[in-house]
Structure formats: structure tokens, C-alpha cells
């Protein structure tokens, strides 16, 4: 599974998500090198642990921060439940683990990798626009 490399075609014009979605990338980058290296078994539960912390963390940022850009409701709305929805995701994820033992963690840093591009080339950029002119500042405090 190829690393992801941070690019500036990634930018969603606010420093402060762009620093956070690196964070992410470099979460997910964590996972997949862990098994590739055979390490997943060690180590693979606390890194998933440090990715749903940190994501829920990034999606509270990121909510409160388009609240305040004036994205329309019906999209921001829309970025919610694609926000819970990778959480349910994650967590289906997780049983399958503990049903199917190691031979689920491939599969699950594949979802990882693809939803996190998803993430920010799909969803994110169509808040880029918004997001681009509001001071961000606010959030690195909390
Ligand atoms: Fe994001």
C-alpha cells in the first residue's frame, strides 16, 4: 500500500485543516506501514485509536469553522453525516477485525487511504471557496 504524499493540489485554502488533514494522512500512512512491516498486530489497534480521536477532533474543527464561512446548511449538513458516516464505517471495520482476526487489517488501511482522499478532494474541496477568506486562527487555540 503506497504512502500518501501531502500535495499542495490537497489545499483546502484554510491552514489550519490543511495542517489537520496532514495530521490524518500521516495517521493513515502510520497504519499502513505498521502492517506492511508486519507490525499490526502490535500496533495497529492504537494507531486506528489515534485516527477516530483525531478525527472526531478535525470534524468538530471543521464543522465550526464552515459554520462560521456561511456554507449553506443543506451542504453543511451533508459534510455532518459524511462525518458520522466514517465513523460507523470505522467501527464496522473494527468488528470485522475482531471476527476475521489480522487478515482484516489490509482491507481496512485500503478504506483508510481511500476514504481520507475522498475526504479532502471531494468533500472538502467544495467548502475551499469558504473557507478561504475566514480567519482560521481561532481554532488552533482549542
Ligand atoms: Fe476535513
Known amino acids: 500500500m503506497g504512502k500518501i504524499v501531502w500535495s499542495s493540489a490537497y489545499s483546502v485554502q484554510s491552514g489550519y485543516l490543511d495542517h489537520q488533514h496532514q495530521?490524518?494522512?500521516?495517521?493513515?500512512?502510520d497504519f499502513n506501514l505498521a502492517i506492511a512491516r508486519g507490525e499490526g498486530k502490535k500496533i495497529a489497534y492504537p494507531i486506528l485509536n489515534r485516527l477516530v480521536q483525531y478525527a472526531e477532533k478535525h470534524f468538530r474543527d471543521e464543522e465550526k469553522l464552515?459554520?462560521?464561512?456561511?456554507?449553506?446548511?443543506?451542504?453543511?449538513?451533508?459534510?455532518?453525516?459524511?462525518?458520522?458516516?466514517?465513523t460507523e464505517e470505522i467501527f464496522r471495520h473494527c468488528e470485522n477485525w475482531s471476527n476475521y482476526g489480522q487478515e482484516a487489517l489490509p482491507e481496512i488501511g485500503r478504506f483508510l487511504k481511500e476514504w481520507l482522499m475522498d475526504h479532502i478532494l471531494t468533500s472538502d474541496m467544495k467548502f475551499?471557496?469558504?473557507v478561504a477568506n475566514v480567519d482560521d486562527k481561532f481554532l488552533s487555540a482549542k
Open 23 to 29: 495530521i490524518l494522512i500521516q495517521i493513515v500512512n
Open 128 to 130: 475551499s471557496k469558504y
Open 66 to 86: 464552515l459554520e462560521i464561512a456561511r456554507y449553506p446548511a443543506e451542504q453543511l449538513n451533508a459534510q455532518i453525516r459524511e462525518h458520522e458516516k466514517l
